[in-house]
């Protein structure tokens, strides 16, 4: 049947609205992007991390085990957990359940993110869901990480939006000889790891971040929200002559349960 110019117009707006409804609601959401970036000075001993954040964990979904069964098609030499994993400590037996999913033997450095806090989930039991999954939880601490004949400093820093991040207690203590990735939920701390790192003679290798969910609603590329703890960092590689941060969309969603010109993503770095 031809259809008349109004008619058209009308199945094209009503077609459009049904493709931004699914993709908001379904395919950036539930279809991972998987970037990849080697930052290694060798083309030999690189160390494989994979990095994910804010996975905000209230149930596991297909999505949640199609990471696990990619990382352990990856056997990565370790997993960066940037935090925000989960909201509540009723949620705390889906993190459980998600860790168990994947390969013990894969170790795991993370850190808490704005909503740990703010949901005031229980330290304690969060370490030892870590702990029973060869992870640990680092806040405002140093990790020496070892793994094919290397040590890498790994820098675990608290949340800023409801906690205390202090980058220059975290390295009191380091070898400087050694490289150094930073583990930072809000971007924007970023300013003082910089400045510390000036100012102590340390050149951290890769800060890793997440929080924005790369503005988790865009237009045309711009977001129309970050949350308080973004500053002016969206997502990507943000690069100076002190350090270089990458900063993830992140897993899940928080408010509401759309991504739009945002999609969610998890990230392989050789180091």
Known sequence: ?????????????????????????????????????????????????????????????????????????????????????????????????FLSLIDIKIPKIAILGNKES???????????????????????EAYLFKTKNREINIIGLDDLVHGNPD?????????????????????????????VSKEQEIKPKLILAGHTHGGQITFFGKPFFTPFGSGDYVKGWYNNEISKMYVSKGIGTTNIPIRFGARAEASIFYI
């Open 1 to 97: 049947m031809k259809l008349n110019r109004k008619q058209f117009i009308l199945k094209l707006v009503l077609g459009s609205i049904g493709f931004v409804v699914l993709d908001s609601f379904w395919l950036e959401t539930n279809f991972i992007e998987w970037t990849e970036h080697d930052i290694s000075e060798s083309e030999s001993n690189k160390i494989k991390a994979i990095h994910l954040t804010d996975l905000h964990l209230h149930s596991i979904k297909s999505v949640h085990k199609s990471i696990a069964e990619r990382i352990n098609k990856e056997r990565p030499d370790v997993i960066f957990i940037t935090g925000d994993s989960v909201e509540r400590n009723k949620n705390l037996p889906v993190l459980e359940e």
């Open 118 to 140: 703010s949901g005031r989930v229980d330290l304690l039991k969060l370490q030892d869901i870590y702990d029973n999954h060869n992870g640990i939880l680092l806040i405002n």
């Open 167 to 195: 980058f220059r207690k975290s390295t009191e203590d380091i070898d400087k000889s050694l490289l150094t990735i930073v583990l930072n939920h809000c971007p924007v701390y970023r300013e003082q790891i910089d400045l």
